[in-house]
């Protein structure tokens, strides 16, 4: 194994792919800045320059667009409210408000940071033990993927600062959203009204960007310019008490990461959701969660890149990719004559690890290349409101149509937009819905297939241990809150010092 | 280690493609005026990992080879292809647009309303023929595919079918016509996900395409143990394979793998399409693509695989009763 | 109060849509044969729930009552002062803001800026995307915030010119021209 990693080393790490990483991170970067445009289309773009490569240089080049627009995407997430994909969401909950207090590199530092340590972790994880977790994972069934997606809402719909009532409103509207369209495992239209344009259902890329940019601005218009963001370049730069603080948050952004990462089909973005929703619940410092907290940017920034490195292991090991990326780049190992499946490491150790140690040289990259110029991106906020918004308008709308071409996008972020805004009025949670949106098609095909798994009984759902244990959990953090309030009502009667120390112990 | 000439390429490429891809997609085709505008997307109506999710990156690999355009690879899955065909249907008129198709192109509108058939589309290419292995997890009881249909008669039988009306489906309804028997089927989105669902026990046995499950054949973790195929497979790895016929179940069932272009597009861009779709086929790319996937080649072009649809649309029909 | 009224009226609309997709989801079938779920389940199932829960928040709002907090607030009474701040909390708005523009004004300028959002989107297909865009964009900035006209031209022109180059010329698509910009 150690000779294995060295023999990668060797051939991987030498300047002249060092210096194509570097491209790479940056390209990806600015690709993951634009609206609309992810990591996704940035790998898919730029996959044709790299046939001209040796394959180890083409597959660091690609892991540094790969990482480089994760990271792009991020950016924009914390400094304008506007995610890039779905996984970074829940990063602009913290990171916005951060920005918005001046702390904006420090956002983008931390979330460097988390993602380097989560990648270095689930990158020595995926080295060590990817075929038998491979093993482990496909041990979860329909029933085990149903419930733990019913534990993600339930977790996303309890971290809402806000109702209970009104985060579980949000989430059913999400996945009412995700119904419109051609339907999973049934290929029947519903609630398309004859438009054609909604037949493959209400795009998410597009909501998201409606919600989230135009709805803030809006929104920001509504209350008011805000004066320019003017901080000093040394508050800008991230402290060694912010990184002593989020590094708990981001180890155990890590596991939840690298645990969900490692199913098929459940992702990057509900495991950067539940990391939050964790962190939330334990984190000492709970209460500045949802107002800038660097632990709310630390957690899900790790989580989904803990998670994206996971979803490699049932690619390699079995030959499933969990995620659109992980298909492109397995396009691109096809093409350099590798066939995944279980015998991999055992055939073409010189690729996989070559491949693998890529990874590790595209996060140390993407580190080395954005920790310094995390402040230099922060200072964007210097301009006034009255230019950037305008500019922010103008890129959102744009990277909406360049998702699919379609001036149908463009009516969806507007529609969207206005939603976000009066939700942002009337303070109604808008992860929930996103979430929701995300989750609705994966739900449904788990509901569909184990319905037939049961020959139309849904009881596997609770007779499976694990999706048992899941639901209970689910179960317990709706009700937590009403016997916590009741407990302490009870306790509130009798000592006030009692009272004190009920809260300690509850916390 | 790595050539000068390499690094020269390799920094050509990347400056110039970054600044020019654009342009040198508007200006290196060789075949004549026409040229489709902007990237072109082939569409992958399953999800990524499956046997149209590979023949759609060939598509796009071998015609990008072809032609010197940018073309890109979009997964849109879900309703059994539907999905990815529906939004196809958006796409009319669009010359920088294709499809991977399979089988639910025909299969589809024979068996629900889905608003299209594969005249509403105009098809370039067809690929060749992939026939289906039926297959179970390496420590099953089943030895044979006689093994499973007598199984089902005392007991209940899990198969997962990727598409509710695609090859498996049929496959399987073909089979229990055939012997008078019933599965308990689970709709799953693509190959890749029914790999994962036997090896998880999830499903008990499955109907997959060779190239889906080669990696777990060769290392022991599945079994293949019929071929829904006429005759036995040439290819080394599966030519001990025995086709069903031989454990007296009276089917074979191949799909074919094509890719289309949308309809009400110009004849320019037709002519332009199948012009690469004829370079492309006497590539090594597309030689190699047949042979991994373990598929029997049969390029068929334009008027001949739109003749050669109509056939399938038939025995299709027939199959579906 | 205009928050309250808005409440009761989003709790309404929000009902009516959980009524609309339950209504919808029967109509696809609840159930297929053999009582497997089918198409209308998941909209049935979701639908329900939502005209439940905004029912539930409708009675809350109109009696006052206040509803159960999510798990984070009960954790957090007791422990701190005030509780988690959502995104609002944090930006309640002065009435004056630093440009000396009243509550009235800025609703003005939201206005005109959504209903120039409507209008050059329409005018997409006749303009062109970038045009139609970058005129949406000066507007802003000039009229909406009266801004320096020559700085706002010149941000207008740099951005347009950035986003063509990266989407047009480098990355390809091809965005609407519309009819002045010929073919």
Same mark, same amino acid.
């Given at each position: 194994?150690?000779?294995?990693?060295?023999?990668?080393?060797?051939?991987? #790490?030498?300047?002249?792919?060092?210096?194509?990483?570097?491209?790479?991170?940056?390209?990806?970067?600015? %690709?993951?800045?634009?609206?609309?445009?992810?990591?996704?289309?940035?790998?898919?773009?730029?996959?044709?320059?790299?046939?001209?490569?040796? *394959?180890?240089?083409?597959?660091? /080049?690609?892991?540094?667009?790969?990482?480089?627009?994760?990271?792009?995407?991020?950016?924009?997430?914390?400094?304008?409210?506007?995610?890039? @994909?779905?996984?970074?969401?829940?990063?602009? %909950?913290?990171?916005?408000?951060?920005?918005?207090?001046?702390?904006?590199?420090?956002?983008?530092?931390?979330?460097?940071?988390?993602?380097?340590?989560?990648?270095?972790?689930?990158?020595?994880?995926?080295?060590?033990?990817?075929?038998?977790?491979?093993?482990?994972?496909?041990?979860?069934?329909?029933?085990?993927?149903?419930?733990?997606?019913?534990?993600?809402?339930?977790?996303?719909?309890?971290?809402?600062?806000?109702?209970?009532?009104?985060?579980?409103?949000?989430?059913?509207?999400?996945?009412?959203?995700?119904?419109?369209?051609?339907?999973?495992?049934?290929?029947?239209?519903?609630?398309?009204?004859?438009?054609?344009?909604?037949?493959?259902?209400?795009?998410?890329? +597009?909501?998201?960007?409606?919600?989230?940019?135009?709805?803030?601005?809006?929104?920001?218009?509504?209350?008011?310019?805000?004066?320019?963001?003017?901080?000093?370049?040394?508050?800008?730069?991230?402290?060694?008490?912010?990184?002593?603080?989020?590094?708990?948050?981001?180890?155990?952004?890590?596991?939840?990461?690298?645990?969900?990462?490692?199913?098929?089909?459940?992702?990057?973005?509900?495991? !950067?959701?539940?990391?939050?929703?964790?962190?939330?619940?334990?984190?000492?410092?709970? +209460?500045?969660?949802?107002?800038?907290?660097?632990?709310?940017?630390?957690?899900?920034?790790?989580?989904?890149?803990?998670?994206?490195?996971?979803?490699?292991?049932?690619?390699?090991?079995?030959?499933?990719?969990?995620?659109?990326?992980?298909?492109?780049?397995?396009?691109?190992?096809?093409?350099?004559? /590798?066939?995944?499946?279980?015998?991999?490491?055992?055939?073409?150790?010189?690729?996989?690890?070559?491949?693998?140690?890529?990874?590790?040289?595209?996060?140390?990259?993407?580190?080395?290349?954005?920790?310094?110029?995390? *402040?230099?991106?922060?200072?964007?906020?210097?301009?006034?409101?009255?230019?950037?918004?305008?500019?922010?308008?103008?890129?959102?709308?744009?990277?909406?149509?360049?998702?699919?071409?379609?001036?149908?996008?463009?009516?969806?972020?507007?529609?969207?937009?206005?939603?976000?805004?009066?939700?942002?009025?009337?303070?109604?949670?808008?992860? *929930?819905?996103?979430?929701?949106?995300?989750?609705?098609?994966?739900?449904?095909?788990?509901?569909?297939?184990?319905?037939?798994?049961?020959?139309?009984?849904?009881?596997?759902?609770?007779?499976?241990?694990?999706?048992?244990?899941?639901?209970?959990?689910?179960?317990?953090?709706?009700?937590?809150?009403?016997?916590?309030?009741? #407990?302490?009502?009870?306790?509130?009667?009798?000592?006030?010092?009692?009272?004190?120390?009920?809260?300690? %112990?509850?916390? | 280690?790595?050539?000068?000439?390499?690094?020269?390429?390799?920094?050509?490429?990347?400056?110039?493609?970054?600044?020019?891809?654009?342009?040198?997609?508007?200006?290196?085709?060789?075949?004549?005026?026409?040229?489709?505008?902007?990237?072109?997307?082939?569409?992958?109506?399953?999800?990524?990992?499956?046997?149209?999710?590979?023949?759609?990156?060939?598509?796009?690999?071998?015609?990008?080879?072809?032609?010197?355009?940018?073309?890109?690879?979009?997964?849109?899955?879900?309703?059994?292809?539907?999905?990815?065909?529906?939004?196809?249907?958006?796409?009319?008129?669009?010359?920088?647009?294709?499809?991977?198709?399979?089988?639910?192109?025909?299969?589809?509108?024979?068996?629900?309303?889905?608003?299209?058939?594969?005249?509403?589309?105009?098809?370039?290419?067809?690929?060749?023929?992939?026939?289906?292995?039926?297959?179970?997890?390496?420590? !099953?009881?089943?030895?044979?595919?006689?093994?499973?249909?007598?199984?089902?008669?005392?007991?209940?039988?899990?198969?997962?079918?990727?598409?509710?009306?695609?090859?498996?489906?049929?496959?399987?309804?073909?089979?229990?016509?055939?012997?008078?028997?019933?599965?308990?089927?689970?709709?799953?989105?693509?190959?890749?996900?029914?790999?994962?669902?036997?090896?998880?026990?999830?499903?008990?046995?499955?109907?997959?395409?060779?190239?889906?499950?080669?990696?777990?054949?060769?290392?022991?973790?599945?079994?293949?143990?019929?071929?829904?195929?006429?005759?036995?497979? +040439?290819?080394?790895?599966?030519?001990?394979? *025995?086709?069903?016929?031989?454990?007296?179940?009276?089917?074979?069932? !191949?799909?074919?793998?094509?890719?289309?272009?949308?309809?009400?597009?110009?004849?320019?861009?037709?002519?332009?399409?199948?012009?690469?779709?004829?370079?492309?086929? @006497?590539?090594?790319?597309?030689?190699?693509?047949? @042979?991994?996937?373990?598929?029997?080649?049969?390029?068929?072009?334009?008027?001949?695989?739109v003749a050669f649809l109509e056939e399938t649309n038939a025995d299709v029909q027939a199959a579906l009763g | 109060m205009i928050t309250r009224r808005a409440n009761l009226a989003a709790s309404a609309a929000l009902a009516l849509l959980g009524a609309a997709f339950l209504a919808g989801g029967i109509g696809y079938g609840v159930f297929i044969d053999g009582g497997l779920v089918g198409p209308g389940f998941l909209p049935?199932?979701?639908?329900?729930?939502?005209?439940?829960?905004?029912?539930?928040?409708?009675?809350?709002?109109?009696?006052?009552?206040?509803?159960?907090? #999510?798990?984070?607030?009960?954790?957090?009474?007791?422990?701190? @002062?005030?509780?988690?701040?959502?995104?609002?909390?944090?930006?309640?708005?002065?009435?004056?803001?630093?440009?000396?523009?009243?509550?009235?004004?800025?609703?003005?300028?939201?206005?005109?800026?959504?209903?120039?959002?409507?209008?050059?989107? #329409?005018?997409?297909?006749?303009?062109?995307?970038?045009?139609?865009?970058?005129?949406?964009?000066?507007?802003?900035?000039?009229?909406? +915030?009266?801004?320096?006209?020559?700085?706002?031209? %010149?941000?207008?022109?740099?951005?347009?010119?950035?986003?063509?180059?990266?989407?047009?010329?480098?990355?390809?698509?091809?965005?609407?021209?519309?009819?002045?910009?010929?073919?």
């Amino acid at each position: 194994m150690i000779d294995n990693l060295i023999l990668g080393f060797q051939t991987a #790490a030498t300047p002249e792919n060092l210096l194509w990483c570097f491209l790479g991170v940056f390209l990806g970067t600015v %690709i993951g800045l634009l609206p609309g445009l992810g990591s996704t289309t940035g790998v898919a773009v730029l996959l044709p320059l790299t046939f001209a490569f040796e *394959p180890v240089t083409a597959l660091i /080049l690609l892991a540094g667009i790969y990482y480089g627009a994760q990271y792009g995407g991020t950016i924009t997430s914390v400094l304008i409210a506007t995610p890039g @994909e779905a996984a970074s969401v829940v990063t602009t %909950i913290d990171g916005y408000q951060m920005a918005r207090k001046g702390r904006g590199g420090a956002a983008l530092a931390i979330a460097a940071i988390g993602s380097f340590i989560a990648a270095i972790l689930s990158l020595a994880l995926l080295m060590t033990l990817a075929p038998p977790l491979a093993q482990l994972a496909v041990r979860f069934g329909p029933a085990e993927n149903l419930a733990i997606m019913i534990l993600g809402l339930v977790i996303v719909i309890t971290f809402q600062g806000g109702k209970l009532v009104r985060g579980a409103m949000m989430a059913m509207v999400g996945l009412l959203l995700a119904a419109v369209g051609v339907s999973t495992g049934f290929g029947e239209a519903r609630f398309t009204f004859g438009d054609t344009n909604l037949l493959s259902g209400i795009p998410f890329v +597009e909501v998201t960007i409606g919600l989230f940019a135009l709805g803030e601005v809006l929104h920001q218009i509504r209350v008011g310019a805000a004066a320019p963001i003017k901080t000093s370049f040394r508050e800008m730069m991230i402290s060694g008490k912010d990184v002593r603080r989020s590094l708990p948050a981001i180890l155990r952004g890590s596991g939840v990461g690298f645990v969900l990462g490692i199913l098929p089909g459940a992702g990057s973005t509900l495991a !950067s959701f539940m990391a939050y929703g964790i962190e939330r619940r334990v984190s000492r410092n709970k +209460e500045n969660f949802g107002r800038g907290a660097i632990e709310g940017v630390a957690s899900p920034e790790s989580a989904n890149n803990a998670a994206a490195n996971a979803n490699f292991i049932p690619t390699l090991s079995l030959g499933i990719p969990g995620g659109a990326t992980t298909a492109v780049l397995l396009g691109a190992f096809t093409i350099y004559g /590798l066939q995944p499946g279980p015998l991999l490491f055992e055939t073409q150790p010189a690729l996989v690890w070559g491949l693998l140690v890529s990874f590790f040289i595209g996060n140390v990259v993407l580190l080395l290349l954005n920790l310094p110029l995390a *402040p230099v991106f922060a200072q964007m906020l210097r301009v006034p409101y009255g230019y950037l918004y305008p500019v922010i308008l103008l890129t959102s709308i744009i990277g909406a149509y360049a998702v699919s071409n379609n001036t149908f996008s463009i009516w969806i972020v507007l529609v969207f937009g206005i939603i976000g805004w009066i939700m942002k009025e009337i303070d109604l949670p808008m992860a *929930p819905l996103v979430l929701g949106l995300v989750l609705g098609p994966l739900l449904e095909k788990a509901l569909v297939q184990t319905s037939a798994a049961g020959a139309g009984n849904l009881g596997i759902l609770f007779t499976s241990p694990i999706s048992a244990t899941m639901l209970a959990l689910g179960a317990a953090l709706v009700i937590a809150p009403v016997v916590i309030r009741r #407990a302490r009502a009870r306790v509130a009667a009798r000592r006030a010092a009692e009272r004190q120390a009920s809260s300690f %112990i509850d916390s | 280690m790595k050539s000068p000439s390499t690094l020269y390429a390799g920094s050509a490429l990347v400056i110039s493609a970054v600044l020019l891809t654009g342009c040198a997609s508007q200006n290196s085709q060789s075949e004549g005026e026409f040229a489709p505008s902007g990237n072109v997307v082939v569409t992958v109506p399953f999800a990524a990992g499956g046997g149209s999710d590979v023949s759609g990156r060939a598509v796009a690999a071998g015609l990008e080879e072809a032609t010197g355009l940018s073309i890109t690879v979009e997964n849109r899955e879900g309703g059994a292809g539907a999905v990815g065909y529906a939004h196809f249907q958006g796409q009319e008129g669009r010359d920088n647009a294709l499809l991977a198709a399979e089988l639910a192109l025909v299969s589809l509108p024979l068996s629900q309303e889905v608003g299209f058939d594969y005249t509403s589309f105009t098809p370039i290419m067809n690929l060749g023929s992939d026939y289906a292995l039926l297959v179970t997890a390496g420590d !099953s009881e089943f030895e044979t595919c006689a093994d499973v249909v007598e199984a089902t008669r005392s007991e209940t039988v899990v198969t997962a079918v990727s598409g509710a009306t695609g090859i498996d489906a049929i496959t399987i309804s073909l089979v229990e016509q055939d012997q008078d028997v019933e599965f308990d089927r689970i709709p799953y989105e693509s190959g890749g996900e029914v790999v994962a669902a036997l090896l998880g026990g999830h499903v008990d046995v499955a109907p997959l395409n060779p190239s889906e499950v080669a990696g777990q054949l060769e290392s022991g973790d599945l079994r293949a143990l019929c071929a829904f195929s006429e005759e036995r497979y +040439e290819y080394e790895q599966l030519a001990d394979v *025995p086709t069903a016929a031989e454990q007296g179940i009276d089917v074979a069932f !191949s799909q074919f793998r094509g890719f289309i272009a949308p309809g009400g597009i110009s004849d320019e861009a037709r002519e332009y399409w199948i012009a690469a779709a004829e370079t492309y086929a @006497e590539s090594d790319a597309y030689r190699s693509y047949i @042979e991994d996937n373990m598929m029997q080649p049969n390029a068929l072009f334009g008027d001949d695989f739109v003749a050669f649809l109509e056939e399938t649309n038939a025995d299709v029909q027939a199959a579906l009763g | 109060m205009i928050t309250r009224r808005a409440n009761l009226a989003a709790s309404a609309a929000l009902a009516l849509l959980g009524a609309a997709f339950l209504a919808g989801g029967i109509g696809y079938g609840v159930f297929i044969d053999g009582g497997l779920v089918g198409p209308g389940f998941l909209p049935a199932a979701a639908g329900m729930a939502l005209l439940v829960l905004a029912l539930v928040d409708l009675v809350q709002h109109v009696l006052r009552i206040e509803g159960t907090d #999510a798990v984070d607030d009960a954790l957090y009474e007791g422990l701190v @002062e005030d509780r988690p701040l959502t995104t609002d909390m944090l930006q309640t708005a002065p009435d004056v803001d630093i440009f000396g523009r009243d509550q009235r004004a800025r609703t003005r300028q939201l206005i005109m800026v959504v209903v120039a959002l409507i209008v050059a989107v #329409a005018l997409v297909p006749l303009i062109g995307l970038l045009v139609s865009l970058g005129l949406l964009m000066a507007f802003a900035a000039i009229v909406v +915030e009266r801004r320096s006209v020559v700085v706002s031209l %010149i941000v207008t022109a740099v951005t347009v010119g950035f986003l063509y180059l990266v989407f047009v010329i480098v990355l390809g698509i091809p965005v609407p021209v519309g009819v002045l910009g010929g073919d």
